[in-house]
């Protein structure tokens, strides 16, 4: 009889052991390919509405609770202060210039990704001008991708003008 309670008890312990792993949450495969596809779309969007100048199509890209640091400038807070930035400088700008932007690294886990990025700035003839790097934070919100937080960096001395 005690054999059987024991043999009871270690079954029940068994069962409880293997009910409890099974009962964990699997963490779901990110399909790396996958979100480096969705995030490199959203960089040639933002490129292509840039080259339109169209900067509420440009702010898309970003959450409402963005922020996003410039060179040589102080942090812009939120969607607003980022549209109206992206609105002065397409004005501003009357050279013909257009960015390309490249996602060199990332890394993504669950709903959030870091895109470390490469940009480069092109004349009207193809020439190379600038070029420089960035890293955006992103969360995934209502099922899309949401910039929360960039930065970008240039290597080069401020030119002269800008």
């Not at 079954?11 to 399909?31: H, R």
């Not at 509405?49 to 199509?57: F, I, P, S, T």
């Not at 390309?100 to 959030?112: I, K």
């Amino acid at each position: 009889m005690i054999k059987n309670i024991k043999l009871f008890g270690l079954l029940a312990i068994t069962a409880l052991i293997i009910s409890s792993c099974a009962n964990k949450e699997k963490k779901e495969v990110m399909d790396m390919e996958k979100v480096k596809s969705e995030i490199q779309a959203m960089e040639d969007a933002f490129a292509a509405n840039e080259k339109a100048k169209d900067a509420d199509a440009m702010a898309d890209y970003y959450s409402d609770d963005a922020i996003s640091y410039l060179n040589y400038e102080q942090p812009l807070v939120g969607k607003v202060a980022i549209t109206e930035h992206i609105t002065k400088a397409l004005a501003k700008d009357t050279t013909g210039n257009y960015n390309v932007y490249r996602v060199v690294d990332l890394f993504a886990m669950d709903s959030t990704a870091v895109e470390i990025g490469s940009w480069t700035v092109y004349d009207v003839s193809g020439n190379e001008k600038d070029n420089g790097y960035y890293m955006a934070y992103f969360e995934k919100r209502d099922g899309s991708y949401k910039c929360i937080r960039d930065m970008n960096m240039t290597p080069h001395p401020i030119k002269p003008g800008m």
